[in-house]
Each structure stands twice: as C-alpha cells, then as structure tokens.
C-alpha cells in the first residue's frame, strides 16, 4: 500500500496531489438541501483520501470568496497506472473537473445551476434546490442542463484509465484552466479535515454509505460542519428543519430589545424611591403628620415662639374649607379723590385802605 500511494507537491494551488493505486468508490446518490440564503455556492461532495482509505467530504453551501466566483470541483483522474487527485478552486469561470456528473449544477461540462448578474447570483431551479421563501433570483433553464450533462449511470468518481469517464477538456474548460485560480477557503479546509477526522466518514467503515451525505449547515455558520442525513422521507425533512432554525435572520435575534433593556433610563430606576419617599415627606407636612412639627400650629420644633410658619406652608386644605365658609373675600374699590378746593382772596373795598398784612393782634 505504501508504494501505491504518493504525494507530489504542487505550487500552483498551495496544495498537494495524491495519487493512489485503486479507483475511488462510486459516487453515493444523496439529496441536495435547499439552499437557505442568497449568494450561498454548492460545493458537491467527493471521495478523499486519507490515512486509512478513501472518506467522504459532505457536499455543503460555501459563501461566495468573492463576487462573481464560481467553484471548480476538484476530481481524480487517470495517469500513468494511478489515481491522481486534482484539487478544486474558484475563479471566473468554471474549469475542468475530468466530466465526473456530480450533480446539482455540475453536469459533467462546466457548471449549469445558476450565474451572476451584476451583484447578485441567480440560482436555476431546473438543477438546484432553494429556499423560495427567501431566495428570489433564480430562472429555469432545462436546455442547457440538456447540452452539458454527461451521462454517468454508474457513478463512476474517476476520469479515465479503465472504467472511467471518457471526456477530454472542451476549448472553454482549456481558456478557464488559465485564468486566475483561488484555493478552497479555510471553512472548505476545516470541513474536509472534520470528516478526515470522522471515522464514519471511511469507505472501509461505512461500504459506500456514508452517514453524512451533506452538511446540515452552510459552512462559514460555524467552524465545524454539523452533521447532515441520509436519504429519505425523515431525514430530509429532520434536515430541512434544522436549516430553517439555523437560516433564521440572526440580526433580528441579536436586535431583539436587548439594546432597549440596556437603555433604559437606570437613573429613573433608582430615584423611583427617594421620589416616592420624598412625595411622602411632602404629603405628611402638608397634613401635618411631620415630627418635626410642634401641637401648636405654625410653629416647629427648636424655633422660638415668635416664629409663626409661612402662609406658603400650611395646609392647602385649610385655605379652601375658610374659603367655602367665608366666601372668596371682597375687595372694595378706593374711592377716587376730590379735587383740592380752589382758595380765592376776598376782594378789596374800592378806596379802602389795603388788607393788613403785617403782625397778627396788633391795633
């Protein structure tokens, strides 16, 4: 086994080719989940290999690493009397993957589930599943999926050598091989070193029926991958389930009157009762029932007995029973004044002698 198996490091994709003396197991046939969200890529599921043997990597929804990326599914092809291992990665357009019919988009001949327009990536729902409720771009094309699908009735996970998928690269799968390449992200990394890890995963454990098929979850949610189900009624709609609890707007839930609890006025709160104690301070001297008030009224505690409380501070009750006794009182207009006499000299004796005016008794 040691000699059947290498690793040639490749610089092209920070990455290594693994090439192994034994085809890789038929493709299992599984249910694609609806997809929960918009800009979310299928990324099918495939065969790896591993220390103990061939496992499976569940297909999953990856968020898009940039807009207007498309995945290349990686695949194993036939050279030379071994399996190599061709990884995938995104870029603008969608390259050769050996004809392998993964499904789900991935026909054999490029990529059919959906494109990009503009800003937004539009789903084509003769292929691929989606949450309608939610996603609102997509478009049925069945004429296309006709045109590049390779026929694969076999399932067959390999490219070439005996038994394999004969399709050599088209002139487009050529010019997209050239283009500008990006590896897998790190949440497709940590989803393929999770079902490594998994010992279910292993062909030599599972026969060819793998336990999780998908991924429950969409990666880039959590770090590590929930497991998905196998195929049929309950699993599916366990699986469906558990999407549309985790696909619930989580901006929503963290919006949630946490930040108005956190703004309430906290100095209202806490003055509610010296407000309250002082109202009741308030009530009880104005009714008299303060301590710190004397039997007699008007005059308080420690005062001398000249001091007489202001009128501001008695009872409010008091003023109006006097003024229901006695009435509001009346006011009586000043009476205007009287103009000042006018005071006249008497008049004098025609040839008398003048009035006298000098000193008063004397003849």
């Given amino acids: 086994m040691a000699l059947l198996v290498t690793l040639i490091p490749v610089s092209s994709h920070a990455s290594v080719f693994i090439s192994v003396g034994f085809a890789p197991p038929p493709l299992p046939v599984y249910m694609q989940p609806p997809c929960p969200e918009p800009g979310l890529m299928w990324t099918p599921g495939y065969w790896a290999y591993g220390p103990d043997g061939y496992y499976w990597v569940p297909?999953?929804?990856?968020?898009?690493?940039?807009?207007?990326?498309?995945?290349?599914?990686?695949?194993?092809?036939?050279?030379?009397?071994?399996?190599?291992?061709?990884?995938?990665?995104?870029?603008?357009?969608?390259?050769?993957?050996?004809?392998?019919?993964y499904g789900f988009g991935y026909m054999g001949i490029g990529f059919v589930g959906g494109r990009w327009h503009g800003r937004d990536f539009e789903y084509n729902t003769a292929v691929m599943r989606v949450n309608r409720t939610v996603i609102r771009n997509t478009y049925v094309d069945r004429t296309i999926v006709n045109r590049r699908t390779v026929v694969n009735n076999r399932r067959v996970a390999f490219s070439g050598g005996p038994g394999g998928i004969n399709h050599p690269p088209t002139a487009g799968e050529r010019m997209a091989e050239r283009d500008q390449h990006m590896a897998r992200t790190s949440f497709q990394a940590q989803h393929a070193n999770a079902a490594r890890a998994d010992r279910t995963s292993y062909f030599n454990v599972n026969h060819g029926r793998p336990n999780n098929l998908?991924?429950?979850?969409?990666?880039?949610?959590?770090?590590?991958?929930?497991?998905?189900?196998?195929?049929g009624s309950q699993g599916q709609q366990r699986q469906f389930n558990q999407q549309r609890q985790f696909n619930q707007p989580q901006q929503r839930q963290f919006n949630q009157p946490q930040q108005r609890q956190f703004n309430q006025p906290q100095q209202r709160q806490l003055n509610q009762p010296q407000q309250r104690q002082f109202n009741q301070q308030r009530q009880?001297?104005?009714?008299?029932?303060?301590?710190?008030?004397?039997?007699?009224?008007?005059?308080?505690?420690?005062?001398?007995?000249?001091?007489?409380?202001?009128?501001?501070?008695?009872?409010?009750?008091?003023?109006?029973?006097a003024q229901q006794q006695h009435g509001a009182p009346q006011y009586r207009q000043a009476p205007q004044s009287r103009p000042a006499p006018e005071y006249r000299s008497a008049p004098r004796e025609r040839g008398g002698p003048p009035p006298d005016r000098g000193q008063k008794g004397r003849k």
């Fill in 214 to 231: 998908v991924a429950a979850r969409p990666l880039g949610r959590n770090m590590n991958a929930a497991p998905g189900g196998r195929q």
């Fill in 59 to 101: 297909g999953a929804w990856v968020p898009a690493p940039y807009m207007g990326a498309l995945w290349t599914p990686g695949y194993w092809g036939w050279a030379t009397g071994l399996y190599v291992w061709h990884p995938g990665y995104w870029g603008r357009h969608v390259g050769y993957y050996g004809g392998v019919n």
């Fill in 284 to 321: 009880a001297d104005r009714v008299g029932q303060n301590p710190t008030y004397q039997s007699r009224p008007g005059r308080m505690a420690g005062q001398p007995s000249g001091y007489r409380q202001s009128p501001q501070s008695r009872p409010a009750t008091q003023y109006r029973q």
